[in-house]
């Protein structure tokens, strides 16, 4: 596998990259698989920071095709997601779009949401189309880049959770800028990226997202790119931002602030302590559970991927638990370990779980707890 080197920051296309850090032999699919282990593919993670804007970054990139290979259904399963799609679609009413190109729709959940009060022509743009039961959107497999055309008409562009995965975000903001007209309309979710560094979540950084995109740059690059931001919303303190922009020709720029690269590089140091920090207190933790009993690791994603990259001793691990039915049976990429439904916890007296999933630790400990086994024991 040949990586792409990223040798410019992504803002400005300097070459004034500095090192921060690098994580050897990262798992390249944050998902599971029935294949062999020896056919997993592996790369150093190396991490730098723009000396002029701060911007931190993915040095060497994973081509395309083989980091989407596969589809891992992120944004499907669970009560928060649900929530996010109800909130983020009620945003996107308020702006009453009449025809839509959603970028990187996979399931399709987000159109089938705003379709139930607004049945309008929503097509999604996907490289790996995974038609979630009652999506009636029409789906075309591909990539948004200069090589896409499309014959249709929209007045709306649509994304969620996808700038954070494109590995150009300028270029991607300018052909979106070439693909609208004046007057229409720019609606899209990301992560909130800084909040989500800040408090340490594993799922912020890694091979898919590739720059920690955070709101300083994500306003400049569209008002360089020809647009004007109508509205704004947080879903959650820690998980996304709901933008709303129109194509504007008289956009006006805004401007970086000063100390991005002072504030970015503090937090991304801390975070990486805090994670070498971590693994030392879950293996202690883990030393000290009786060894009749068993442990398992809960999310069969980055999450898990993360811990063990780090260090994490998984020699006590029994299973990795999670609750998407379709990852069930099936080997955690980069790993040996096989996936379970939480369930299985049900005849189990005192189970071990070590939970670290970020935002969704809440809502995973709550489930176990009432609805499969009371006395399950936490690691975190």
């Known amino acids: 596998m040949k990586l792409v080197n990223r040798r410019a920051n992504v803002i400005d296309n300097q070459t004034d990259l500095e090192a921060l ?31 002029s804007n701060g911007i931190v970054q993915l040095r060497f990139l994973v081509p395309l095709n ?39 729709g996979a399931h399709g959940i987000l159109s089938k949401e705003y379709k139930k009060e607004k049945p309008i022509e929503w097509v999604i743009l996907e490289p790996n189309p995974s038609p979630a039961e009652g999506v009636d959107s029409v789906f075309i497999r591909g990539f948004f880049d200069d090589t896409f055309s499309f014959d249709g008409e929209v007045d709306t562009i649509i994304h969620s959770h996808v700038f954070e995965h494109v590995y150009n975000p300028n270029e991607f903001i300018s052909h979106i800028s070439n693909f609208l007209k004046q007057g229409q309309q720019l609606i899209f979710s990301l992560p909130n990226m800084k909040e989500m560094l800040k408090r340490k ?34 879903f959650k303190d820690d998980h996304s931002i709901f933008y709303a922009y129109i194509k504007d020709i008289n956009s006006k720029l805004i401007p970086l602030p000063e100390g991005l690269y002072d504030q970015n590089k503090k937090l991304f140091v801390e975070y990486i302590e805090y994670l070498k920090d ?33 260090g994490l001793n998984i020699s006590r691990i029994s299973f990795v638990l999670d609750n998407d039915n379709n990852k069930h049976k099936k080997r955690l990429y980069g790993t040996e370990l096989i996936v379970m439904s939480p369930k299985i916890l049900a005849v189990e007296d005192n189970p071990v779980v ?25 690691l975190d």
């Open 354 to 378: 070590i939970l670290k999933v970020g935002i969704y630790d809440n809502e995973i400990r709550k489930d176990i707890l009432n609805n499969i086994n009371s006395d399950t024991i936490f």
């Open 201 to 234: 979540y594993t799922n912020c950084i890694n091979f898919e997202h590739t720059v920690l995109i955070t709101e300083p740059y994500i306003e400049y690059l569209l008002s360089k790119n020809g647009f004007t931001q109508v509205d704004k919303k947080y």
């Open 21 to 51: 850090d690098t994580i050897t032999d990262f798992p390249v699919f944050m998902g599971c698989v029935d294949h062999e282990i020896s056919d997993d593919l592996t790369a150093d993670m190396s991490w730098s920071i723009s000396k």
């Open 66 to 104: 083989i980091l989407y290979g596969a589809h891992h259904d992120s944004g499907l399963i669970g009560e928060i997601w649900m929530q996010h799609h109800k909130q983020f679609s009620n945003f996107i009413k308020k702006q009453s779009p009449k025809s839509v190109l959603e970028i990187g």
């Open 278 to 310: 971590l693994i030392l207190a879950l293996n202690q933790k883990i030393s000290n559970v009786d060894e009749n009993k068993k442990i398992y690791l809960f999310g069969a994603h980055v999450f898990a991927q993360y811990l063990i990259a780090y």
